[in-house]
């Protein structure tokens, strides 16, 4: 393949991340699980948590054909590469739209959603909140990356200037008050279990749903 075919997208970003992001995640996910990813971007977290738990299904999405091209050519790459069995193919997925019918009564053992929230109108976090009451199984994780306001306050001076570029890109994005994404949540049946301080100000934000 050369450099000009390949649809491989790269974050310089990822790479400082998944790391530390794979490490809450092993804490909170059972060694088996399946898993749903929303707005995955390039692919590479899937890629790499995938390769790293053999015993994770990791389900990749988008809504960007871009995104999806460069999910698909990673999963390519590490088929050649004799990987990647429990990859699956990328599907693309909108949260605040109609899922796909063979999806219906779906369950997932965890929904992730790294640098989502921010980069969308509140609409997303609303959706996304409702959809994961509907398709976490029973005290099934939810998994939030990214940054976010504490007690109306922003954690870091970088975060405020983040934050005032995202809205100048688009007044309805931002970051978020951790507590109004609790409340989001909480209102779709998700309980907040746990909040880990990550690198460059970041949060993991961890729910679970409700059993019953």
């Known amino acids: 393949m050369s450099a000009a075919d390949d649809k491989r997208l790269t974050s310089a970003s990822t790479a400082r991340n998944r790391d530390p992001i794979l490490a809450v995640l092993r804490e909170h996910l059972p060694p088996r699980a399946r898993v749903l990813e929303l707005a995955s971007g390039s692919g590479e977290h899937g890629v790499y948590f995938a390769r790293a738990m053999p015993g994770w299904q990791w389900q990749p999405s988008d809504t960007a054909d871009e995104a999806l091209a460069s999910i698909a050519a990673w999963r390519g790459y590490e088929s050649q590469e004799g990987r990647g069995a429990n990859l699956l193919a990328p599907v693309a997925l909108d949260v605040t739209a109609r899922w796909p019918e063979q999806w219906q009564g779906t369950a997932f053992d965890a929904v992730v959603a790294l640098n989502l929230i921010h980069i969308s109108p509140w609409n997303v976090t609303s959706a996304l909140m409702r959809r994961a009451g509907e398709h976490l199984t029973n005290s099934g994780v939810l998994f939030l990356y990214g940054p976010y306001r504490r007690g109306g306050r922003h954690t870091a001076a970088s975060n405020e200037a983040f ?40 949060l993991s934000v961890i729910f679970r749903r409700r059993a019953g």
């Not at 007044?171 to 994404?181: F, H, K, Q, T, Y």
């Open 163 to 202: 934050d005032q570029n995202l809205q100048a890109r688009n007044p309805a994005w931002g970051v978020r008050d951790l507590e109004s994404v609790e409340a989001e949540a909480a209102a779709n049946g998700l309980v907040l279990a746990d909040v880990v301080e990550m690198p460059a100000n970041n």
